[in-house]
């Protein structure tokens, strides 16, 4: 069984809708590059 992980994105700016949330998406690649398997992406 290989790795999983979440993300939870947090920040005033993305929560109020602001801004788009860019990191998660970002991290979610990375993590994607490294085997890692993305499980969820929490606001």
């Not at 999983?4 to 700016?13: F, S």
């Not at 993590?31 to 606001?43: D, R």
């Amino acid at each position: 069984m290989g790795a999983r992980a979440g993300i939870v994105v947090t920040g005033t700016e993305v929560l109020t809708g602001r801004v788009q949330d860019r990191n998660g998406p970002w991290l979610a690649d990375r993590l994607l590059e490294l085997g890692v398997e993305l499980g969820h992406i929490t606001l």
